[in-house]
Nanobody, 128 residues
């Protein structure tokens, strides 16, 4: 059974930084394409960033480009999201998600339905 566990969230002031982690167990981590999503209060869950199995390619949504960086350490079965220059609009529960098999389009990799495995989320709250 594949299990994803996020950590690293917290209450921060605008401009601060955090590093979110997601540890994957129960499967071969290096086979999974990984993404981060987030869901703000009263909002739909939205795509944040994606990384391929070997970390060779990454993608992120425009609103976080230049501020958020996704990375992975296959030896530690962990995917990270470095979040810098936090804004109040970044307040959300952040989820990691995993899928087997590559995706051919940005539309597919940014869709919630493309991922079979999800973590329980970690809360990030940014005060102004």
């Amino acid at each position: 059974q594949v299990r994803l566990v996020e950590s690293g969230g917290g209450l921060e002031q605008a401009g601060a930084s955090l590093r979110l982690s997601c540890v994957v167990s129960g499967g071969t981590f290096s086979r999974y394409h990984m993404s981060w999503f987030r869901q703000g209060p009263g909002k739909e869950r939205e795509f944040v960033a994606h990384i391929t199995t070997n970390g060779g390619s990454t993608y992120s949504t425009d609103s976080v480009k230049g501020r958020f960086t996704i990375s992975r350490d296959n030896a530690k079965n962990t995917v990270y999201l470095q979040v810098n220059s936090l804004k109040p609009d970044d307040t959300a529960v952040y989820y990691c998600a995993a899928r087997l098999g590559p995706v051919q389009t940005l539309t597919v990799l940014s869709s919630k339905t493309s991922y079979a495995y999800w973590g329980q989320g970690t809360q990030v709250t940014v005060s102004s």
